[in-house]
C-alpha cells in the first residue's frame, strides 16, 4: 500500500514534466542511434523495426486504455459515494425528527458536526496522518450516534421509527467506509505506473531509432507525439488522486446539504 502511494507526493506539474522527459529524451537517442546504424551497411531493414515499434506502439496504447478506464471508473465511484453520502445523510438527519427528546436534538446536532467533518476529508486523502486524526472524530461522532440508537431499542424494540433510524445511520457509516477507501486507499497499483513507464521508455526510443534510420527526422512529429502521450499520462495520474490537481469530484452537493441543515435548527 505505501508503494501504491508514493506518487501522492509528487505534484501534477512535476509528474507532467517527467513524463515530457520520459518521452522526449528516449526518442532523441533513440534518432541518434538510428541515424548512426543508417550510416553502416548492414544496418537493420526499415521496413521490419517499423512492424516492431508499431507492435509497441499498440500495445502502450492499450495499456493506457486499461489505466485510464480504471482511473475514471474509481472517480465515478467517487463521485457516487458522495452523491450516496449526501442522501443517507439526510435522510438519517429527518428520520431523527421522529425520535424523542432529547435524542432529536443531540442526533441532528451530531449530524451537523459529521457533515462538517466529511466537507475536511477530502483534501487529506493523500496525508495519511491527519487523515487518521480525521478519522478518529468521526469515528467518535458514529458511536455517539449509535449510543442514541441502542438506547432507543431498549425503550421499545418493535418500534418501526427507531428500526427506520437504525438503518438510516448504519447506511451513513457504511458510506463513509465506501468514501475513505476509494479516495484514501486504492490507488493505481505502483507497478502498473513502473511498467507503463518503461513500456513507454522502449516504445519511445523505437519511434525514435525508426526516424533516424528511414532519416525522416521531423521536431514537429517529435512534439505531437510527446505531449499527446504525456497529456494522456497526466489525466490518469491526475483522476487517481483525489483531493488535488485539476480533475476532481465537486464537494457542492456536501456544501449545499450543510447549509440545508444548518437552516433547520
Same mark, same amino acid.
Request: glycine share 6%; no cysteine; aromatic share 8%.
Given at each position: 500500500?505505501?508503494?501504491?502511494?508514493?506518487?501522492?507526493? @509528487?505534484?501534477?506539474?512535476?509528474?507532467?514534466?517527467?513524463?515530457?522527459?520520459?518521452?522526449?529524451?528516449?526518442? $532523441?537517442?533513440?534518432?541518434?542511434?538510428?541515424?548512426?546504424?543508417?550510416?553502416?551497411?548492414?544496418?537493420?531493414?526499415?521496413?521490419?523495426?517499423?512492424?516492431? @515499434?508499431?507492435?509497441?506502439? @499498440?500495445?502502450?496504447?492499450?495499456?493506457?486504455?486499461?489505466?485510464?478506464?480504471?482511473?475514471?471508473?474509481?472517480?465515478?465511484?467517487?463521485?457516487?459515494?458522495?452523491?450516496?453520502?449526501?442522501?443517507?445523510?439526510?435522510?438519517?438527519?429527518?428520520?431523527?425528527?421522529?425520535?424523542?427528546?432529547?435524542?432529536?436534538?443531540?442526533?441532528?446536532?451530531?449530524?451537523?458536526?459529521?457533515?462538517?467533518?466529511?466537507? $475536511?476529508?477530502?483534501?487529506?486523502?493523500?496525508?495519511?496522518?491527519?487523515?487518521?486524526?480525521?478519522?478518529?472524530?468521526?469515528?467518535?461522532?458514529?458511536?455517539?450516534?449509535?449510543?442514541?440508537?441502542?438506547?432507543?431499542?431498549?425503550?421499545?424494540?418493535?418500534?418501526?421509527?427507531?428500526?427506520?433510524?437504525?438503518?438510516?445511520?448504519?447506511?451513513?457509516?457504511?458510506?463513509?467506509?465506501?468514501?475513505?477507501?476509494?479516495?484514501?486507499?486504492?490507488?493505481?497499483?505502483?507497478?502498473?505506473?513502473?511498467?507503463?513507464?518503461?513500456?513507454?521508455?522502449?516504445?519511445?526510443?523505437?519511434?525514435?531509432?525508426?526516424?533516424?534510420?528511414?532519416?525522416?527526422?521531423?521536431?514537429?512529429?517529435?512534439?505531437?507525439?510527446?505531449?499527446?502521450?504525456?497529456?494522456?499520462?497526466?489525466?490518469?495520474?491526475?483522476?487517481?488522486?483525489?483531493?488535488?490537481?485539476?480533475?476532481?469530484?465537486?464537494?457542492?452537493?456536501?456544501?449545499?446539504?450543510?447549509?440545508?441543515?444548518?437552516?433547520?435548527?
Amino acid at each position: 500500500m505505501a508503494a501504491d502511494h508514493f506518487l501522492d507526493r @509528487v505534484p501534477l506539474w512535476a509528474f507532467f514534466v517527467a513524463i515530457v522527459l520520459m518521452t522526449l529524451l528516449p526518442i $532523441e537517442l533513440g534518432q541518434r542511434l538510428g541515424a548512426r546504424r543508417r550510416r553502416m551497411t548492414d544496418h537493420e531493414p526499415e521496413s521490419a523495426v517499423g512492424n516492431v @515499434v508499431g507492435a509497441a506502439l @499498440v500495445l502502450l496504447g492499450f495499456m493506457l486504455a486499461l489505466t485510464l478506464g480504471a482511473a475514471t471508473a474509481r472517480f465515478d465511484a467517487r463521485k457516487e459515494a458522495l452523491v450516496d453520502g449526501v442522501n443517507a445523510i439526510e435522510t438519517a438527519y429527518r428520520n431523527a425528527s421522529l425520535i424523542p427528546e432529547p435524542h432529536q436534538s443531540e442526533v441532528q446536532r451530531l449530524l451537523r458536526e459529521y457533515v462538517e467533518i466529511r466537507l $475536511e476529508m477530502p483534501q487529506l486523502f493523500d496525508e495519511p496522518d491527519e487523515l487518521r486524526k480525521l478519522d478518529a472524530r468521526v469515528r467518535a461522532i458514529q458511536e455517539a450516534l449509535w449510543s442514541h440508537a441502542r438506547t432507543l431499542a431498549k425503550e421499545d424494540r418493535s418500534s418501526e421509527i427507531y428500526a427506520l433510524f437504525t438503518s438510516s445511520l448504519n447506511d451513513v457509516f457504511q458510506i463513509h467506509n465506501k468514501r475513505v477507501i476509494l479516495g484514501a486507499q486504492y490507488r493505481i497499483p505502483f507497478v502498473v505506473w513502473i511498467v507503463l513507464m518503461v513500456v513507454t521508455i522502449i516504445s519511445m526510443f523505437g519511434v525514435g531509432f525508426h526516424f533516424g534510420l528511414s532519416g525522416s527526422r521531423s521536431v514537429i512529429a517529435n512534439w505531437m507525439l510527446v505531449l499527446t502521450f504525456t497529456l494522456v499520462m497526466t489525466i490518469i495520474f491526475d483522476l487517481d488522486q483525489p483531493g488535488k490537481g485539476l480533475i476532481d469530484v465537486r464537494q457542492q452537493p456536501m456544501y449545499e446539504l450543510h447549509e440545508r441543515l444548518n437552516a433547520q435548527k
